[in-house]
């Protein structure tokens, strides 16, 4: 059973006929959707939940333009249950809650199950969010949420915990043009109108950065030039050549330079970040230029800054770290294009500080601990709220001592000063580590 949505084929002859080509061509079956064989391929656990209609909650999890509608467009088809959809956009608690009392009357009355899909979950707050966990946790509805971000930053983790995370991949350039060959041949596409020529498809392919969406849009408008340009030199009847020129206007934005989510992705936030390790101001203003222009979620961003804080500057520099959280609280509450400029000033800022990696300590103590003897904790330090804890030892109070300060041991047997600290030479680290071994020494 299914109801009104944009999903149904209740749609009316027209309306599809305006609708964008993205649209016209969304898949009908799982075997239409495109470069996604992990999330829905054979054999996978979402393939068989979808064609033996039972399904439970899922999370669909990719850049735009990857299939998480197309998958959710496959599941209102197939799927006997009732499928609804409420907007994270526009849509309320209250919205939730008669969805959630309309599913609970269709499983009480009639034993039908609801299935409710959320596109851009993330953009719910938390108690729109909260207010899905009783009905997934107690099946009264399947929920089919979709989301750009990563849902386990973005998304409650006890919803998390009552769903299934598929993940979704940016398309390849021959997915693509297994999207753009369908839509010109295919009589709810282009029907066989244009030719794309070699140069063209690449140039979609390349522009469009895995986003089948995108793709489609550019192949859309590229074709309504190509065909207003050959209406009157070709004759009746003949193909209009779609060419790398018409593609050229209808994407006038060069985005080529960072192709989001593939391989030029994670090459240039590895040169913003060993810019900023390697004390290059100018260097990390490109790189995060490169980011910006090409889309990248200012968060992400934000996080990379606030690791370098920590991992590359460290106590060199302790107001570093206090700036990475600032640059990450903007990205969060500020977005584009006002927190581009904290993000420069913050990255500037890491470029120029001192630098100390003595914060990466922190694996060598793991790396003892998970692979070293058990080491007992001494006598003294050991917690006093105990019977017998008036044979641990004397433990000496540092404030009781001139300076805040006394010779005493807090590693276990066995490990000696120096084997994870090593602090740098430089800023206010080497000056507090100078100031602190002077201090002892004299005593």
Request: charged letters at 30%; proline letters at 4%.
């Amino acid at each position: 059973m299914k109801t009104d949505s944009l999903f149904t084929e209740v749609e009316s002859a027209r309306r599809m006929e305006v609708a964008p080509l993205a649209v016209r061509m969304r898949p009908r079956t799982l075997d239409d959707v495109v470069g996604q064989a992990d999330a829905v391929g054979e054999g996978s656990w979402l393939r068989s939940a979808i064609e033996s209609d039972t399904l439970s909650s899922v999370i669909l999890f990719g850049p735009a333009g990857t299939g998480k509608t197309s998958i959710a467009h496959v599941i209102a088809e197939t799927t006997k249950a009732t499928f609804v959809e409420v907007s994270a956009i526009g849509g309320t608690v209250s919205d939730l809650r008669r969805e959630i009392s309309a599913a609970e009357r269709r499983l009480e009355t009639g034993g039908i199950r609801t299935i409710l899909f959320v596109d851009e979950i993330h953009r719910f707050n938390r108690s729109q969010q909260d207010a899905l966990l009783r009905a997934v946790e107690d099946r009264v509805l399947v929920l089919v949420g979709a989301t750009t971000e990563n849902p386990f930053f973005e998304v409650n983790s006890a919803l998390i915990s009552r769903s299934r995370v598929v993940e979704l991949h940016s398309l390849s350039d021959d997915d693509v043009g297994v999207l753009l060959d369908r839509a010109l041949e295919d009589e709810r596409g282009l029907a066989g109108a244009f030719v794309l020529d070699d140069d063209a498809r690449k140039a979609i392919a390349m522009l469009s950065g895995g986003d089948g969406r995108g793709a489609l849009t550019t192949l859309e408008l590229a074709a309504e030039l190509a065909g207003s340009a050959d209406a009157s030199a070709s004759g009746e009847g003949s193909k209009a050549v779609i060419t790398e020129d018409d593609v050229r206007k209808a994407t006038p934005h060069r985005t080529l330079p960072y192709d989001k989510n593939k391989d030029m992705h994670y090459d240039v936030i590895s040169a913003f970040i060993k810019s900023m390790r390697g004390s290059d101001p100018d260097a990390a203003l490109y790189w995060l230029a490169r980011m910006i222009d090409g889309g990248e979620d200012p968060k992400f961003i934000a996080r990379r800054i606030f690791i370098c804080a920590a991992e590359d500057i460290g106590n060199a520099d302790p107001q570093a770290l206090l700036i990475g959280e600032a640059a990450f609280r903007s990205a969060e509450v500020i977005g584009y294009p006002e927190c581009q400029l904290i993000l420069a000033q913050a990255a500037t800022y890491m470029a120029l500080a001192p630098k100390s990696n003595a914060a990466c300590g922190i694996f060598e103590a793991l790396d003892e601990v998970r692979n070293g003897p058990s080491r007992k904790v001494p006598d003294y330090l050991r917690d006093r709220h105990r019977p017998g804890s008036e044979n641990y030892g004397e433990y000496k109070y540092p404030h009781s001592y001139p300076e805040g300060w006394v010779q005493q041991r807090y590693l276990p047997d066995g490990l000696e000063k120096g084997a994870f600290f090593h602090p740098s030479e430089r800023g206010w680290e080497a000056y507090r580590t100078d100031a602190a071994g002077r201090d002892r020494d004299d005593r």
